[in-house]
C-alpha cells in the first residue's frame, strides 16, 4: 500500500519561502500522478498542483501560479512543492496526494479529483 509523508511545513514571515516535501514509500512513485492540496480552518480543501507520473505535465491553482512550483524526483520517491512570495491566506495545512495512472504517464488528474492516497499534512504558517 502506497503511503506518503509530508514534511517541510514550519512558521515563515510573509514574503518568506518554504520547500514542502512529500516522500512515498510502499510502491514505486512512477505510477502516480502527485497533487498538492491545502486546507485552512473554517475552509474547504483547495487543490494547489499537480504532476503527472513523468513529472512532463503540471497545473497550478490560479492562486498560486507565479509563486509555486511542484516538481518531482522518482528516483527518490519524493515530490517537492517550492512555496515563495508567501501570504498569510497561504496558510494551511497541505496534503501530498497520489492518483493511480499508468506507468510514467503524461496524464494530469483535474485538481478536483478524489485522489487515491493521502499524506497526513504538513502545517503552514504565514505570519509576521
Known amino acids: 500500500q502506497l503511503q506518503l509523508v509530508e514534511s517541510g511545513g514550519g512558521l515563515v514571515q510573509p514574503g518568506g519561502s518554504l520547500k514542502l516535501s512529500c516522500v512515498a514509500s510502499g510502491y514505486t512513485l512512477n505510477y502516480y500522478a502527485i497533487g498538492w492540496f491545502r486546507q485552512a480552518p473554517g475552509k474547504e480543501r483547495e487543490g494547489v498542483s499537480c504532476i503527472s507520473a513523468s513529472g512532463s505535465r503540471t497545473n497550478y491553482a490560479d492562486s498560486v501560479k507565479g509563486r509555486f512550483t511542484i516538481s518531482r524526483d522518482n528516483a527518490k520517491n519524493t515530490v517537492y512543492l517550492q512555496m515563495n512570495s508567501l501570504e498569510s491566506e497561504d496558510s494551511a495545512v497541505y496534503y501530498c496526494?497520489?492518483?493511480?495512472?499508468?506507468?510514467?504517464?503524461?496524464?494530469?488528474?483535474?485538481?478536483?479529483?478524489?485522489?487515491?492516497?493521502w499524506g497526513q499534512g504538513t502545517q503552514v504558517t504565514v505570519s509576521s
Open positions: 496526494a497520489a492518483e493511480l495512472v499508468s506507468y510514467n504517464s503524461d496524464y494530469l488528474p483535474p485538481l478536483r479529483a478524489d485522489f487515491g492516497s
